[in-house]
């Protein structure tokens, strides 16, 4: 089955700085690698997402960058800003192309702390 | 435009008890999936449900563990029995339909087992 790294499990940057998650896969068949921000006691919250047929994407100050042929993907967050603060999952399937469930393989999470 | 709903939010149970978590999908989502979150650690696939099937249970522990979605009415996550180590956050996502990536996470169940 799909196993997903993620580095590194606690990330502090100063506001205004860029943060950098990173994440690997094993499955080359994964195909959908989905971002998700938890802050305390929340639920995980969509934050962006990319897909297999896609290198980059970019959401106002969030992107995401994905390497099939290395098999890893990358979080990017510019000009920090406080309310930053969370851990953040990265998560991937391969659930659609192998026509079963399409269900999420997580990270085991980022705690960024961004400071003043 | 509500989200997804699960009740209970907080759920203490002692240890042998019995535990219901119930999880109601977006509007229009036929498609209901739960994870469990240990503390300090990422969420992990439990079981993949559409009205009336069970689609994937690989996730789901062999005894004590049962999840169901009835026709009409939430999905059901159910612990029997429960353990001290059964204790976690306990989420459910919904999505619109079989092909669809997204998924939308509901606010969590935290069961505590004393």
């Known amino acids: 089955g799909e196993n997903v790294e993620q580095h590194p499990s606690t990330l502090s940057v100063q506001e205004g700085d860029s943060a950098v998650i990173k994440c690997t896969y094993s499955?080359?068949?994964?195909?959908?690698f989905p971002w998700y921000k938890q802050e305390l006691g929340k639920r995980p919250q969509l934050i962006i997402d990319i897909r297999s047929n896609v290198g980059e994407k970019k959401d106002q100050r969030i992107a995401v960058t994905l390497n099939k042929t290395a098999k890893h993907f990358s979080l990017h967050i510019t000009e920090t800003q406080p309310e930053d603060s969370a851990v953040y999952f990265c998560?991937?399937?391969?659930?659609?192309?192998?026509?079963?469930?399409?269900?999420?393989?997580f990270g085991t999470g980022t705690r960024l702390q961004v400071t003043l | 435009n509500a989200g997804v709903m699960q009740n209970p939010r907080h759920l203490v149970r002692r240890r042998g008890q019995e535990a219901r978590l119930r999880c109601s999908p977006m509007k229009g989502h036929s498609h209901v999936y739960w994870y469990r979150q240990l503390p300090e650690e990422g969420l992990k696939f439990m079981v993949y449900?559409?009205?009336?099937?069970?689609?994937?249970e690989s996730g789901m522990p062999k005894e004590r563990f049962s999840a169901e979605f009835p026709k009409e009415g939430p999905s059901i996550l159910r612990i029997q029995q429960v353990v001290r180590g059964d204790s976690a956050a306990y989420f459910c996502?919904?999505?619109?339909?079989?092909?669809?990536?997204?998924?939308?996470f509901g606010p969590g169940t935290r069961l505590t087992v004393t």
């Open positions: 996502a919904s999505s619109p339909r079989a092909m669809s990536y997204e998924q939308y």
């Open positions: 998560a991937a399937t391969s659930g659609l192309l192998a026509g079963t469930a399409s269900k999420l393989t």
């Open positions: 499955d080359s068949a994964s195909n959908y």
């Open positions: 449900l559409q009205k009336e099937n069970i689609i994937d």
